[in-house]
């Protein structure tokens, strides 16, 4: 709290940023030690988490006031006007300390406190484990172990405790192929397809320079390649511009050569690194962010910006190892430059377009527990967590959302989750509200003590749910059962307009097409439910009928209903004769049931018959 200065300002004008007339909202902004906070004449609130603020920016004094211009990690922008100067300073002060944190332990997820239990808090952090992950590939098996080499992170500090190697891979040939490879990250398992007994491996490149070779890196290749009985050839990935993995070769790193590696094929993919990425969100970000941008403008910036080429790059690779695969039986092994952006992003949507469980809304939180936080990929440098180098900062995790996202689009019955699923998963990565993405690798969150500090996403997810269902899911789409073919055509990607766009409203279509699904979806397991209760209070009500004893229904009679006419055959209605209908009561002459006046005024006694379940007069 020693950073707020002003906690309340009144009169603050909040800006719609695509309005052509200037459109904004008058209302009280309030500042407290976690989030800003504005409420309009409306009520209606705007809280911005302090964590999720990117920059801050105060703008030259105008007659109307002081503009502040906030942009979030989440892609929300806010246009405030405070009337006095010496406010706007303030809260820009203060916005300036907040959001910069220079300790993990100053971070939302350690004081975020919703009342839980705390055996629920624990439970909520058993609810994944990775052991029973691998157990549901089919490993260990035959081919495949799993190794202690780096039960205190000896080896490598980046990686998990628990590792999975092919079985003929000793300890001398971990630790010798792991002094080999940048940051220790050697090859290890990180899906194992049971049908076609391949595996999709990972690491980091090789410290080959020009010409160093290393005996135990080469066996541990040749250890994965033999562990796949049904093709002894593997595939090794790059995933990086060959002119990038060239120029590695200078500082004493660079790629495997084919010559010293026995069954190997080598395959450069071409997607780009960190600092380009950052540079082309950056412009595209810009496109969205101009008003008034003609179609021709918005499109010719949206191509110049190379987004949608980026992530096309990173499909077409997933696509290559998915077709090594399936196709090949292949095993393949995928790097970057130190195996934990580009390879967690190949890795991931590789097993996700082989395996149908992680198209589930468990599965796919399975998924990223594996390939990103268990792998060590950056969370807290490439989100700007703390307060650090910029140079650091890359939407790696963005874009593999935007990839699963765009599949989603190409096959909306193969996925149980919908976009509001993964819109909320990027909202928690910025947010630091939960503790699975603090830090850059596992055995930093160990040493922060996470679990027994803070909550995890998931439970709150899975609690949920209902919201985060694609009512379009069905687990039978593929006749295959898993695998996902797609089409990476240029005009298959499409610019994800609730992602940059989100808090746009006035941006957004006035009826959401999987919103009506929903609803519906929902009114019809109402009228489902409503049916069944009908049908059971049907039942129970001919029961009760059924156990009341015959004597009893003709002591109940009346003994003039007891003669002989009450058996006569039901004699049929008369039909009536055509004629126009009208409004009952309308006419005095309405003549309709004069033909039915004899057969009404007979002398015999009336009698209610029961059958059909109906109650009808005869005689």
Known sequence: MEHIRTTKVE??????????????????????????????????????????????????????????????????????????????????????????????EELYAFSYNPKQKETERVKGWELIDLSEEYKRMGVPNANWQLSDANRDYKICETYPRELYVPVTASKPIIVGSSKFRSKGRFPVLSYYHKNKEAAICRCSQPLSGFSARCLEDEHMLQAISKANPSNRYMYVMDTRPKLNAIANRAAGKGYENEDNYSNIRFQFVGIENIHVMRSSLQKLLEVCGTKDLSVNDFLSGLESSGWLRHIKAVLDAAVFL???????????????????????????????????????????????????????????????????????????????????????????????????????IHEHVHSCQFGNFLGNCQKEREELK??????????????????????????????????LEPNTASFNFKFWRNMYHQFDRSMHPRQSVLNLIMNMNEQNKQLEEDIKELEAKIKQRNGQLDTIPVKECLQSVPPALKSPPCFKKQQPLIPVKDAVRTIEGSNTADNRYSEFVEEFSKAEPAVVSLEYGVARMTC
């Open 11 to 104: 009169q603050v004008k909040l800006l719609d940023r695509f309005s052509m007339s200037n459109k904004s909202v008058t209302g009280t902004l309030y500042l407290t030690a976690t989030h800003l906070l504005f409420i309009d004449s409306s009520q209606r609130e705007t809280w911005i988490l302090h964590h999720h603020i990117a920059v801050v920016e105060k703008l030259p004094l105008t007659t109307f006031g002081c503009p502040l211009v906030i942009q979030c990690k989440n892609f929300r922008i806010v246009h405030f006007v405070i009337p006095r100067e010496r406010d706007c300073h303030d809260i820009y002060n203060s916005l300036l300390q907040l959001s910069r944190t220079a300790k993990y």
């Open 322 to 424: 998915v077709k090594a695969i399936a196709v090949e039986s292949a095993s393949v092994l995928v790097h970057c430059s130190d195996g934990w952006d580009r390879t967690s992003q190949v890795c991931s949507l590789g097993a996700l377009l082989l395996d149908s469980y992680y198209r589930t809304i468990k599965g796919f939180m399975v998924l990223i527990e594996k390939d990103w936080i268990s792998f060590g990929h950056k969370f807290s440098d490439r989100c700007c967590q703390l307060d650090g180098d910029p140079k650091e900062i890359s939407p790696v995790f963005t874009q593999f959302l935007e990839s699963v996202w765009n599949l989603t689009e190409q096959f909306p019955q193969a996925f149980e989750y919908n976009e509001a699923f993964l819109l909320q």
């Open 450 to 483: 996470v679990k027994e500090k803070t909550y995890s996403l998931w439970p709150f997810l899975l609690n949920e749910q209902k919201k985060y269902r694609n009512p379009l899911y069905n687990p039978d789409f593929s006749p295959e059962l898993s695998l």
